[in-house]
C-alpha cells in the first residue's frame, strides 16, 4: 500500500512539526541567488540552459541564412568562423551541459528519497560560476578581432594565432569546467551516501544510474580539457611551445589532448539523457523495463569504451596504420553496449501497453533518431571512409542526429514527463504534440540532406560553396529555421503556462504506472521533501506508511 506523503515528504504518523518554524521558502531576490534548495537551483540551471541554447540557436540560424544560397549574402568569412565555433562552445557547455546537471539536481534527491543534494551551497556556487563564464563567453564578441573563429575544439595552430578574445573564451571554459567538476562531485555524493534505507545500488532509477556515471566521467576528463586550454594559453603568452611547430612543439599533440576529452565528453552529453528515456518507456508501456542490470552495465561499459577511442577523430593526421585498425575496431565495439539498450527499450515496448503522450513521443522519437545518428557514426568509424567524410557535412550531420535528436529529444521528453512535478500544472497535450511533430519534420528536413552534402564532398566551416550544392543547402536553412521557431513555440506557449500556474492542476501522479519516489510527493514537490528518509517497499519505489 502506498502512502500519500505530507508537504515535508513524511509519510503521514511521523512527528515533524518541529521542523514548521524555520524551513520555509526564503522570498524575493534572495531565493534565487541565497538558493541552497535542490529544486531552485534545478529551475536556475534549466532556465539558463534555455537561455543559452537561444544564444547558441541564433548563432546556428546566422549560419544557415549566410548558406542559404551561394556567395557571400550577410557575412564575411571571418565572421562566419566565428559563429561556427561560438555555436559550438555555446551548446556545448553552456545549454546541453546545463540543462542535464538542473534535471540531476531536480530529480536526483526526488529518486533517492533525499532531503537535498550532499553540498547545499557548493550547488549554489557551482551555478552561479556559470554566468560571469557566460558573459565572457558571449561577451567575446565585442572583443578586439571579434570572439575566437578556431572551430569549437580549438585547434593549434589557429588558437596560438587569434586575438583577446581566445584568452577570454579560455578563462571562461575554465570556469564552466570547475562548475562542472563541483557539480559531478556533489551528485556522486549525494547518490552514494543519501539513498533511502533500503534503496540499494541495483534498485536505483536509471537516471541516477546514467548520472553517477556520467559524474565521474566528468571528473575524469575536465581537467584535460582544462591542461590543453591551459597550454595553448602558455603558448600565447609565456614562450612555451607546446603546439607550435616554429618552437619544436605539435600541433598534433593538441588533438591528441583535446579528443581524450571530447570523445568522453559525447558520452557526458548523452548518458543522462539514456537515463530520461529509460524512466518514460516503461511508464508509457507500462512495464518494468526490460534488463534493468544490462542496463547499467551497458551503461559502465559505454563510459570505460568511451576512453580508448578518441583518435578515430584523427584518422587523416598520418597516424600508423596499426594505430587507425586499433581505434577502428575500439569505436565499433562501442555499438554493442549501446545497441543493447535500444533493444531493451525496444524490448520494453513490445507488447506493452503502450499510449503515446509527448513524453513518450519525444522518447520514441529519441530513440528513431538517435539510432540513424549512430548507424552513420558507425561509417565514420571506418577509417577509409572517414578520411573520404573528415571534415565534410556527413560530420555536421552525424553529430547533430546524435546531440540535437539524442540529448535535446531527451530534455524535452524529461521536461513533458516531469514538469507537472515541478509545477503543479499539467502542460497542454495539444501543444505538446505540435511542438513534438513540429520539431521531428524540421529537424530531419535541416540534418538529412547534409549527409548527401558530405557525401558530394562539401566541407564544414565554408562560408560560401559551388552551384551544385545549392539545393540542400537551401533546403537545410528552410528547415533550421523551422526548428528554431518551434523552440520559441515550446518555451511561450508551453512553458510559461505552466511556470505561471495556468492549466489544469497535476495529480499526484499524473503518469498511472510511472515508478519511483518521485511521484510520492504531492505536485507540485513541496520546498522541502524527504526530511526524514522514507520507508520503502521491497521495489525500492513506494514509500509504504
Not at 567575446?140 to 575544439?153: H, N, Y
Request: aromatic share 16%; with cysteine; proline share 6%.
Amino acid at each position: 500500500m502506498s502512502a500519500v506523503l505530507d508537504p515535508h515528504g513524511h509519510a503521514h504518523g511521523h512527528d515533524d512539526h518541529h521542523h514548521d518554524d524555520h524551513h520555509g521558502a526564503p522570498t524575493g531576490w534572495r531565493r534565487w541567488v541565497l538558493a541552497t534548495n535542490h529544486k531552485d537551483i534545478g529551475t536556475l540551471y534549466l532556465l539558463f540552459s534555455f537561455t543559452m541554447l537561444m544564444v547558441g540557436g541564433v548563432l546556428a540560424l546566422l549560419i544557415r541564412a549566410e548558406l542559404f544560397q551561394p556567395g557571400l549574402q550577410l557575412v564575411n568569412p571571418e565572421l562566419f568562423n566565428q559563429f561556427t565555433t561560438m555555436h559550438g562552445l555555446i551548446m556545448v557547455f553552456g545549454a546541453i551541459m546545463p540543462a542535464f546537471v538542473g534535471f540531476a539536481n531536480w530529480m536526483i534527491p526526488l529518486q533517492i528519497g533525499a532531503s537535498d543534494m550532499a553540498f547545499a551551497r557548493m550547488n549554489n556556487f557551482s551555478f552561479w560560476l556559470l554566468i560571469p563564464a557566460a558573459i565572457m563567453l558571449v561577451g567575446s564578441f565585442f572583443m578586439p578581432g571579434g570572439a575566437p573563429a578556431a572551430g569549437w575544439t580549438l585547434y593549434a595552430p589557429l588558437t596560438l594565432q587569434m586575438g583577446p578574445s581566445m584568452d577570454a573564451g579560455i578563462f571562461a571554459m575554465h570556469i564552466m569546467g570547475a562548475s562542472s567538476i563541483m557539480g559531478s562531485i556533489n551528485i556522486i555524493v549525494t547518490i552514494l551516501n543519501m539513498r533511502a534505507p533500503g534503496m540499494t545500488l541495483m534498485k536505483m532509477p536509471m537516471f541516477c544510474w546514467t548520472w553517477l556515471i556520467t559524474a565521474y566521467l566528468l571528473i575524469a576528463v575536465m581537467p584535460v580539457l582544462a591542461g590543453a586550454i591551459t597550454m595553448t594559453l602558455t603558448d600565447r603568452h609565456f614562450g612555451t611551445s607546446f603546439f607550435n611547430p616554429a618552437g619544436g612543439g605539435d600541433p598534433v599533440m593538441y588533438q591528441h589532448i583535446f579528443w581524450f576529452f571530447g570523445h568522453p565528453e559525447v558520452y557526458i552529453m548523452i548518458l543522462p539523457a539514456f537515463g530520461i528515456i529509460s524512466q518514460i518507456v516503461p511508464a508509457f508501456s507500462r512495464k518494468k523495463l526490460f534488463g534493468y542490470a544490462s542496463m547499467v552495465y551497458a551503461t559502465s561499459s559505454i563510459a570505460i569504451l568511451s576512453f580508448i577511442v578518441w583518435a578515430h577523430h584523427m584518422f587523416t593526421t598520418g597516424m600508423p596504420l596499426t594505430g587507425q585498425l586499433f581505434f577502428m575496431y575500439a569505436t565499433m565495439l562501442i555499438a554493442v553496449p549501446t545497441a543493447v539498450k535500444i533493444f531493451n527499450w525496444v524490448a520494453t515496448m513490445w507488447q506493452g501497453s503502450m499510449t503515446f503522450e509527448t513524453p513518450m513521443l519525444f522518447a520514441v522519437g529519441f530513440i528513431f533518431v538517435f539510432t540513424m545518428g549512430g548507424f552513420t557514426g558507425l561509417i565514420l568509424a571506418v577509417a577509409p571512409i572517414d578520411t573520404q567524410l573528415q571534415d565534410t557535412y556527413y560530420v555536421v550531420a552525424h553529430f547533430h542526429y546524435v546531440l540535437v535528436a539524442g540529448s535535446l529529444y531527451a530534455m524535452f521528453a524529461g521536461y513533458y514527463y516531469w514538469a507537472p512535478k515541478w509545477t503543479g500544472v499539467m502542460y497542454n497535450e495539444t501543444r505538446g504534440k505540435v511542438h513534438f511533430w513540429w520539431s521531428l519534420i524540421s529537424f530531419n528536413i535541416t540534418f538529412f540532406p547534409m549527409h548527401f552534402l558530405g557525401l558530394a564532398g562539401m566541407p564544414r566551416r565554408y562560408a560560401d560553396y559551388p552551384m551544385q550544392f545549392a539545393d540542400f543547402n537551401a533546403v537545410a536553412s528552410v528547415g533550421a529555421f523551422a526548428f528554431g521557431l518551434a523552440q520559441v513555440y515550446f518555451f511561450f506557449f508551453i512553458v510559461l503556462p505552466t511556470m505561471m500556474g495556468k492549466g489544469e492542476k497535476a495529480p499526484q501522479k499524473p503518469w498511472e504506472a510511472a515508478e519511483g519516489l518521485e511521484w510520492e510527493v504531492p505536485s507540485p514537490a513541496p520546498f522541502h521533501t524527504f526530511e526524514t528518509p522514507p520507508k520503502l517497499d521491497a521495489t525500492a519505489t513506494r514509500v509504504i506508511g
